[in-house]
């Protein structure tokens, strides 16, 4: 299963874990995003059929609060995608980090899910997830992983 990580070349992509999951592997990983001016995490899950061909993705995107790591753990998915030959992908929900700005409150500011760009300040400057998730995030996919968009 392993093999499949050959064929992820990486560009502009940290690694930071993989593991075999059913027949495939689930890998978590970040990167700095032009949308919304911070790194950015999300998980793939590649299933063997990947090594092959190209294969169908599809997105999971979490709600309010959530993160790349709630799917993964609450769905239990992987093993019907593992057979149906699917890759998910499940990103992060909002920009985070200390130069992202941020509320005290858990409905708003780091964490929120709203897949929608921001169009005031302070929040316009990373709070760009629907163009994260509509224009960025495929082009980093189809460009590392074998993803059929």
Request: glycine residues 6%; contains cysteine; aromatic residues 12%.
């Amino acid at each position: 299963m392993l093999q499949m990580l050959k064929q992820i070349t990486m560009e502009n992509i940290e690694e930071i874990s993989t593991q075999k999951c059913f027949e495939g592997v689930l890998g978590y990983y970040q990167h700095q995003a032009s949308t919304t001016n911070c790194d950015m995490k999300f998980t793939v899950f590649m299933p063997e059929q990947s090594l092959e061909k190209p294969v169908p993705v599809l997105y999971w995107l979490s709600g309010l609060t959530c993160t790349e790591d709630n799917f993964t753990t609450k769905a239990g998915a992987y093993k019907l995608e593992a057979e149906l030959g699917i890759a998910i992908v499940a990103p992060d929900t909002s920009p985070r980090g200390d130069d992202v700005p941020d509320e005290d409150t858990w409905y708003f500011g780091s964490g929120a899910g709203f897949y929608l760009d921001a169009i005031k300040e302070p929040w316009s400057k990373n709070y760009n997830m629907y163009s994260y998730i509509v224009d960025e995030l495929p082009v980093l996919l189809s460009n590392n992983f074998a993803v059929d968009l």
